[in-house]
Nanobody, 120 residues
Framework: QAQVVESGGGLVQAGGSLRLSCAAS????????MGWYRQAPGKLRELLAS???????NYTDSAKGRFTISRDNAKNTVYLQMNSLKPEDTAVYYC??????????????WGQGTQVTVSS
């Protein structure tokens, strides 16, 4: 079974930057889409950005201008560069991958989440 693991979260001061990574591993034949979401306390999980295997990128309003998504297909890894961070960016950040597994088919996987805390 495949798995998706995030890393790179932490505590940063307002105005700082963080780079999150998400690596997919297992018997993967292809990955269609990888995306970043976040969930703040008391709020619904929201999409930030996604990137397809053809490098088609989508940003939501919450990510436009400050966040950049990129992908290394050879490593099955997606990154989220976050700049000019604000206290309201504090949340658990999740990676999502829609991928095709060998002998299984297409499945959606979520990572365990990584905490990002922005202090004022």
């Amino acid at each position: 079974q495949a798995q998706v693991v995030e890393s790179g979260g932490g505590l940063v001061q307002a105005g700082g930057s963080l780079r999150l990574s998400c690596a997919a591993s297992g018997s993967i034949s292809s990955i269609a889409v990888m995306g970043w979401y976040r969930q703040a306390p008391g709020k619904l999980r929201e999409l930030l950005a996604s990137i397809t295997s053809s490098d088609i990128i989508n940003y939501t309003d919450s990510a436009k201008g400050r966040f950049t998504i990129s992908r290394d297909n050879a490593k099955n890894t997606v990154y989220l560069q976050m700049n000019s961070l604000k206290p309201e960016d504090t949340a658990v950040y999740y990676c999502n991958a829609i991928l095709r597994e060998v002998r299984i088919g297409v499945r959606t996987y979520w990572g365990q989440g990584t905490q990002v805390t922005v202090s004022s």
